[in-house]
């Protein structure tokens, strides 16, 4: 079965340096990958998708995808404190693209 | 936009009960989910159901049973609440690929 992990668990980083969290997969067939954010006060929201290998950006959010590494990123450009919050990734296989399985979670934190 | 309601929000039982989480969305979304979120850990997939009346299990489903009885709404059961037990339930449905959430439901059992 499919085991995402998510590294570190924690991270902290001042306001303005970027913030990279980490995400590996187990399952070579897997082709769909969401980064999510939960902020304790809301739900969770989407950040940015990606596909294929190389890089997808979304305003201050890009992500990495190696698949071949199974090991896909999320770098955080010119973070807030407001970006203070729990980083998901999820992750489905190309044979079953309805089950989705999410990561351990980063909780990030920005200093003013 | 649509949206997802979970019911209730705050859920408290008893060692041992069974207790039941009610989710229904106004997406029309055909796929749906159930995940559990214990404190400081990410989602963990315990039911999901890709049309009215399927059940596919996840990594997590004993001690769950779930029904689709319409395409709208998904529940979910604990058969046996365990003491101690703290965790939040979220339900999801899914649509042109991006998963879209409730708002939780907290469950403490005492």
């Known amino acids: ?112 | 936009g649509g949206i997802i309601t979970q019911t209730p929000k705050f859920l408290i039982g008893q060692e041992g009960q069974k207790l039941t989480l009610k989710c229904q969305q106004n997406f029309n979304h055909d796929t749906m989910y159930w995940y559990r979120q214990d404190s400081g850990k990410g989602l963990r997939l315990i039911y999901y159901s890709i049309t009215e009346n399927d059940l596919q299990k996840g990594d997590l489903s004993e001690g769950y049973d779930a029904s689709r009885e319409k395409k709208s709404s998904f529940s979910l059961t604990v058969t046996s609440a365990q003491k101690n037990e703290m965790a939040v339930f979220l339900c999801a449905s899914r649509g042109t690929g991006k998963v879209f959430f409730g708002k939780g439901t907290r469950l403490t059992v005492v």
């Open chain 1, 1 to 112: 079965q499919q085991k995402v992990q998510q590294s570190p668990e924690s991270l902290t980083v001042s306001e303005g340096a970027m913030a990279s969290l980490n995400c590996t997969f187990s399952d070579g067939t897997s082709n769909n990958f969401r980064w999510y954010r939960q902020h304790s006060a809301k739900g969770l929201e989407v950040l940015v998708s990606i596909f294929s290998d190389g890089e997808k950006e979304e305003g201050r959010f890009t992500a990495h995808l190696n698949r071949a590494n199974l090991h896909v990123s999320l770098h955080i450009r010119e973070p807030q404190p407001s970006d203070s919050a729990v980083y998901l990734c999820a992750v489905s296989i190309v044979s079953n693209t309805n089950k989705v399985v999410f990561g351990t979670g980063t909780r990030l934190q920005v200093l003013p």
